[in-house]
């Protein structure tokens, strides 16, 4: 009886939060956030995103997000585009992810959609 040969999906990098490439091969300068695509790692989203800094001179005030406290404003995957974070499980992508074919033609597609320009015929 010959075992299976593990399958690990797609890898997602964990610097700009695409899939297909892992973190050693990635060609992006600096790191993302998964939560809000500005350029800080996740741990540094309270302290640097200004949705989580609170505005204390608009009525009401909008006080800051606790430190122990998940951020609960708007997310935005680099990924699909949809309202939640690039390292969610509700992503279509992570769903798709041992499926390389579906995350490459799909990157292209939505690549082209934020730009504006017509996706590639399939």
């Known amino acids: 009886i010959k075992g299976v040969k593990a399958h690990t999906g797609t890898p997602q990098c964990q610097q700009c939060w695409h899939w297909g490439h892992n973190t050693e091969v990635c060609c992006h300068p600096a790191i993302h956030c998964p939560i809000c695509t500005s350029p800080h790692s996740k741990a540094s989203h309270h302290q640097l995103t200004g949705c ?14 606790l430190v122990d406290v998940p951020c609960m404003h708007v997310r935005s ?3 699909c585009g949809n309202k939640h974070t690039a390292d969610d499980h509700c992503c279509p992508y992570w769903q798709h992810h041992f499926n390389r074919s579906w995350i490459k033609d799909w990157a ?8 504006g320009v017509p996706p590639p015929p399939s």
């Open 52 to 65: 989580c800094q609170g505005n204390p001179k608009v009525t009401p005030p909008i006080p800051p997000t």
């Open 77 to 79: 995957c680099i990924n």
């Open 108 to 115: 292209i597609r939505d690549a082209s959609a934020r730009k």
